[in-house]
């Protein structure tokens, strides 16, 4: 095909068509996905991570960096990056720089792993903190393979969670130092801000716990805290209320999604990431009632869908207004040149579960082939 009607039938490719997301110009709607790699040795960003997101930059495409610690409580897993330190801060701005020399747009996930850990992640071997003091079942590792094994988590005090919400600020200061242009806030998938959020995991009696309001605050009070900080301008945040990742369920997620949706508005921030509804569980699509529409036309912002796209379906919810900009997450993984591969209907490269959370540098991680250049 040649290049002039590679971009004529491109730009009629509605994952493909521009999209002004706040002051940010994008130039296609195809997302990079929040990650964990599993890569970040000793909690530090790694070189090697400069070419797995400069592969995966395009001028005027939007890459979420993988779920980064806000600090020392906020781990659960080997490797993964932090955001609290100065060293932190230095690792991450060259991998920055990567991907805005390709002209791409970076934000940073920040993130507390909550009760989704063990002393082992914690400072002097303490209990991991949560909204609850309710243990999570040893669990398969996405690998298959691995049990993780969980400790009994502290249940926060109420005058402490303004400390952490302090943490969250602080990480958004910092991921704006390392260069990023925003953050995202992870409040998805049954780790800290999931564990407040969600009727089946939160278990409190004070003013963070029994009404949807009342679960809804510790969220809201992170998203205010953030934005306040680096402006609303450079905020996001992933939610996903129909979900059951790591026991974290609820008994009416859809009154949980709206109600989010509804009150995030109040605050201006830049997007709403939220995860289908078929993704209960992780990695496979469950058919259900549910959809993201109804929260997807009370949120005023940008609004991102991700879980278990392909071309398809993505194309249609843009092209139907379902959704403004899709995230890809495996697929992206092993097709750094995923948006042309889109333009051009070229075949996907398969991806190798097995090797998404090895620490190796390359295997996995930056060996997934290009398409042929264009002559």
């Known amino acids: 095909m040649s290049k002039t009607s590679a971009s004529v039938s491109a730009s009629t490719i ?69 955001i609290w330190t100065k060293e932190h801060v ?16 970076f934000f940073c996930q ?43 988590p502290r249940r926060l005090d109420t005058h402490e969670i303004p400390l952490v919400v302090n943490g969250f600020k602080i990480a958004a200061r910092n991921a704006v130092e390392a260069g990023f242009d925003g953050v995202e806030i992870h409040g998805a998938h049954g780790y800290l801000i999931d564990q407040f959020l969600k009727d089946q995991v939160n278990d409190r009696t004070d003013k963070y716990g029994g009404s949807l309001e009342n679960r809804c605050r510790f969220a809201l009070e992170v998203v205010q805290a953030v934005a306040n900080e680096i402006g609303a301008d450079k905020v996001g945040i992933r ?65 991102i869908a991700a879980g278990g796209y392909v071309k398809e379906d993505g194309n249609e919810a843009i092209s139907t207004g379902y959704a403004d900009l899709i995230a890809y997450g495996r697929w992206f993984l092993s097709n ?28 996995g991680y930056t060996d997934y082939p290009f398409l042929e250049p264009e002559a």
Request: proline fraction near 8%.
């Open 90 to 105: 230095e690792a991450w701005k060259p991998i920055v720089d990567a991907v805005h020399e390709k002209g791409g747009i």
């Open 336 to 363: 750094p040149d995923l948006p042309r591969r889109f333009g051009l209907d070229a075949p996907l490269n398969k991806y190798n579960r097995s090797t998404f959370y090895t620490p190796d540098p390359v295997i």
């Open 239 to 303: 939610i996903s209320p129909f979900a059951n990742y790591h026991e974290a369920s609820d008994s009416n997620p859809e009154a949980l999604g709206l109600y989010m949706a509804k009150a995030l508005n109040k605050f201006g921030i830049l997007y709403l990431h939220m995860v289908e509804p078929r993704m209960i569980t992780v990695g496979d699509k469950t058919e259900t009632p549910y959809s993201l529409r109804l929260m997807r036309d009370a949120f005023e912002g940008t609004f």
């Open 14 to 82: 509605p994952l493909l068509t521009p999209y002004k997301m706040g002051k940010f110009d994008l130039s296609h709607r195809v997302v990079h996905a929040p990650l964990t790699r599993q890569r970040s040795f000793g909690g530090i960003a790694q070189p090697h991570a400069i070419l797995y997101h400069e592969q995966r930059a395009t001028k005027g495409g939007l890459l979420i960096a993988e779920a980064t610690a806000i600090s020392d409580t906020a781990q659960g897993y080997n490797n993964v990056p932090g």
């Open 110 to 152: 920040i993130w507390h792993a909550g009760r989704v850990s063990s002393c082992n992640f914690q400072p002097n071997g303490q209990a991991p903190i949560s909204s609850t003091d309710k243990l999570l079942k040893p669990q398969v590792r996405s690998n298959g393979i691995d049990i993780a094994n969980f400790s009994i």
